[in-house]
């Protein structure tokens, strides 16, 4: 399993043991990881936002607030590490946004996209298409997921 929400509902509500979970960016729960949070805008600066008369400031929080997802993907080498047998991905609440794709794209490379077969949710095949056209892009096969 890989979260993203710094939230334990995996262990919690659905009694996944937690050495079966990957907490991408840490969890509120065990402090035995960084929590990273912010955003992975790597293309502009603050500046380029127009923040006038206030732009070293913007800088300095827009570059404090980076996520360092390369630094992520080190740490959880492990995780990614196993998974090219992978087979099946299911997804649930998961926003697909820019700063998470690069951890889309690192699973595109551990494993074979076009062998694997992702798992959209109702809502999210009804709604979210640009999210399944991200995920086509990298090779996966598109499904539709009828468990939730």
Not at 98 to 114: C, F, H, L, N, S
């Amino acid at each position: 399993f890989l979260n993203f929400n710094y939230t334990i509902t995996l262990e919690e509500l659905y009694r996944i043991n937690r050495n079966k979970i990957c907490h991408i960016h840490g969890d509120v729960e065990h402090r035995d990881s960084e929590i990273y949070f912010g955003h992975g805008d790597t293309n502009k600066g603050a500046n380029s936002l127009g923040y006038i008369g206030i732009e070293d400031a913007m800088e300095e929080l827009f570059e404090y607030m980076r996520k360092d997802t390369k630094k992520v993907i080190e740490e959880k080498k492990n995780f990614f590490e196993k998974l090219n047998s992978v087979k099946n991905i299911y997804t649930y609440g998961f926003s697909f946004s820019d700063v998470d794709m690069i951890y889309i794209e690192e699973i595109a490379k551990r494993i074979e996209p076009t062998n694997c077969k992702w798992y959209f949710n109702r809502y999210d095949w009804k709604n979210n298409k640009e999210n399944i056209n991200k995920v086509k892009e990298l090779g996966f096969k598109v499904r539709k997921s009828y468990i939730w």
